[in-house]
């Protein structure tokens, strides 16, 4: 009989040493994950001995004021971000697709991208300065400056999806809609959004888990009494480990999984 | 350009004059058009056909308004239109991969220009209908255009650009990705919808069937310019160029000389030393030319003595409905002769045998180059 190994194009099920290597990976990626749920559901204040199953620490949670403010605090920044930063990332996407090539759009989508490769602590470091400069020269204070600051790094996140989205739609509808008499903003709004929209529903998801996990920013550049839910959960570490914080993760962990699968689905071609 | 009669004008759909369109700049430009003037009628079924490259796609695409003359003019009845956006131009095209939007459904594809048009819904929804019904779509108009079938959303796509009574329908190979019987049938049904319509058609293709089964007149184009123009039988029968002699069907070739030029015919001496009629292109000179035969246009006899030309069979290959006979002419040159089966006719000719080759009556043609 011929030897598979020898008549197959590469192929990675027939490399030694691949298997285990996964396996290993996956373990070291989910096991930690998979500990911390089951000690969100412990009984005593604990996070290294499981007593017995109970809900007490996501009663606790809920229950907790500072849990509450903090994650109302959190949802109005992803929310005000997400919104204004796929608005703005829809249009840069728009407006690197749907134009003929000029010079310096190779620069265009680097400048666009460039968010992703700059370490975020200098991003952080920098617009503390930038709006400490503002708030002097002003004396405006608030929130907005932090949902201004997630606004900012979220829009390369939505970018990426509507981008994706729009290069891989065909240039032809668009051509079908001019040719049977739509204007442009009808041709858009008609055709161009409705097929685009999976990448913006990607790109505002993407957005919003990225704006409400974020600490380097919100340690930085938040004011007083500007504290989100990751902020809230660093701090009561700091006072000793309970499984609150478990709880805490665990729901995040949910909510994250959801938006992973949506996203998911919204930027697998179901045709193809 | 103003000597263009009044007369004429009234009967001219589309007219383009000196189209030329170059992409890119410097040395990189390519011509894709390079000077090209046509008028396509009103109610013709117009072909522009030709091998990829040759221009006709972009011809198209100015008709349509996706690409703009570098210059030149688009004229539609009579009006500059060249300047004039896509969903400004009473012309609507066939894509080549149908592009139906397909987040609508059958019936709102359809409506979509009526729609554009800010026609009301009663008046859409009739039209609508009476196009699905021409198109024979009738049950599928709450359908989504993924449900469809290849041939079906052809289907579509034609009703789609014919519901809003373009002036011009423009079709960019639109049946290239049928298979070959969906093919035929398309090719009676598109020229059914024209005669119902009335609309003028333009058709590119670079199936030389298609083009000669469907259209009123054919153009022939390569490297961005048209070759020759006319009813796909006088572009088969009086082919004036090599190319257009190669592109379409297949011909034999033949060197001779030309003499006793009397208007659009003249006599070719062969190399046999026989004298033959021919028809003869605008502008024919005496001297050495190139002539051509259609392989059904001649004839095998077994006398090789008062025939046009003498050769050997060398090869025999059945085709059912005719047989293909290949010679080598005495000169050496290679000659194939089509003959079409008689039911129990036999076989008078064997490979090897010696035979003389007769031609019909006009069966040859002269070229310019």
């Known amino acids: 009989m011929a030897n598979p190994r020898k008549n197959k194009a590469f192929n990675v099920r027939y490399m030694p040493g691949f298997t285990p290597v996964t396996m290993f990976c996956l373990i070291w990626l989910y096991a930690p994950l998979i500990i911390m749920m089951v000690y969100a559901f412990n009984s005593e204040r604990s996070v290294t001995n499981m007593h017995g199953f109970s809900f007490r620490w996501f009663e606790q949670a809920a229950k907790n004021t500072q849990v509450q403010d903090a994650t109302i605090l959190s949802l109005q920044i992803a929310l005000v971000a997400t919104i204004i930063a796929t608005i703005a990332a829809t249009m840069a996407a728009l407006a690197t697709t749907r134009t003929k090539p000029f010079k310096g759009h190779a620069a265009v989508y680097a400048i666009i991208n460039q968010p992703l490769m700059i370490p975020e602590i200098v991003t952080a470091v920098g617009t503390l300065v930038f709006f400490g400069l503002i708030k002097s020269a002003t004396g405006i204070h608030g929130i907005g400056f932090l949902m201004m600051a997630h606004t900012v790094f979220c829009i390369p996140f939505a970018y990426m999806p509507i981008r994706a989205r729009l290069e891989n739609m065909d240039l032809t509808y668009e051509h079908a809609a001019a040719d049977l008499y739509a204007p442009p903003m009808k041709r858009f709004w008609r055709v161009t959004f409705p097929l685009m929209f999976p990448g913006i529903l990607a790109g505002a998801m993407l957005s919003f888990v990225i704006s409400f996990d974020d600490v380097i920013i919100n340690l930085l550049v938040a004011g007083a009494g500007e504290t989100t839910l990751p902020i809230y959960m660093i701090g009561t570490l700091r006072r000793g480990l309970t499984p609150e914080v478990n709880a805490i993760s665990t729901v995040l962990l949910g909510v994250t999984f959801i938006f992973v699968v949506g996203f998911f689905f919204l930027t697998t071609n179901k045709k193809k | ?369």
Request: aromatic share 6%; glycine share 8%; net charge negative.
């Open chain 2, 1 to 369: 350009m103003t000597s263009k009669s009044s007369a004429n004008s009234s009967s001219v759909a589309i007219e383009v004059q000196g189209l030329i369109k170059t992409f890119g700049t410097g040395d990189a430009s390519v011509k894709a058009l390079d000077g090209v003037s046509v008028s396509i009628y009103e109610n013709e079924f117009f072909t522009l056909l030709g091998p990829s490259g040759c221009g006709k796609t972009t011809l198209l695409r100015m008709i349509a308004g996706f690409e703009h003359p570098t210059s030149g003019h688009v004229l539609l009845g009579g009006d500059h239109i060249g300047h004039l956006p896509p969903f400004m131009r009473p012309v609507n095209t066939v894509f080549q991969n149908y592009a139906l939007f397909p987040h609508m459904t059958v019936g709102e594809n359809i409506g979509f220009g009526l729609e554009m048009l800010g026609k009301d819904k009663s008046e859409i929804a009739r039209k609508v209908d009476q196009t699905l019904a021409m198109v024979r779509m009738e049950e599928y108009v709450n359908r989504k255009t993924s449900q469809l079938s290849g041939g079906q959303q052809q289907r579509v796509a034609l009703a789609r650009a014919l519901a809003p009574e373009p002036r011009v329908l423009l079709l960019d190979e639109p049946l290239s990705a049928l298979d070959l019987k969906l093919r035929k049938e398309m090719q009676i049904e598109l020229k059914r919808m024209q005669h119902e319509t009335g609309i003028t058609f333009v058709f590119v293709t670079h199936d030389q069937e298609e083009a000669l089964t469907m259209s009123d007149r054919v153009a022939v184009m390569k490297d961005g310019l048209i070759r020759q123009i006319g009813a796909p039988r006088e572009i088969y029968d009086h082919p004036t160029e090599r190319f257009v002699a190669h592109f379409i069907g297949e011909t034999n070739f033949l060197e001779g000389e030309l003499h006793d030029i009397n208007g659009s015919t003249g006599m070719i001496k062969l190399a046999s030393g026989s004298n033959v009629p021919a028809s003869l292109p605008d502008e024919a000179a005496a001297g050495t030319v190139t002539v051509v035969v259609r392989p059904e246009h001649a004839l095998l006899s077994t006398s090789p003595d008062n025939a046009s030309l003498t050769g050997e069979v060398k090869t025999i290959v059945y085709f059912g409905t005719d047989t293909h006979y290949h010679l080598e002419l005495e000169s050496g040159d290679s000659f194939v002769v089509r003959m079409q089966n008689q039911r129990d006719s036999g076989t008078d000719y064997q490979e090897g045998s010696k035979v003389g080759i007769t031609f019909k009556d006009n069966a040859v043609q002269v070229l310019k180059d």
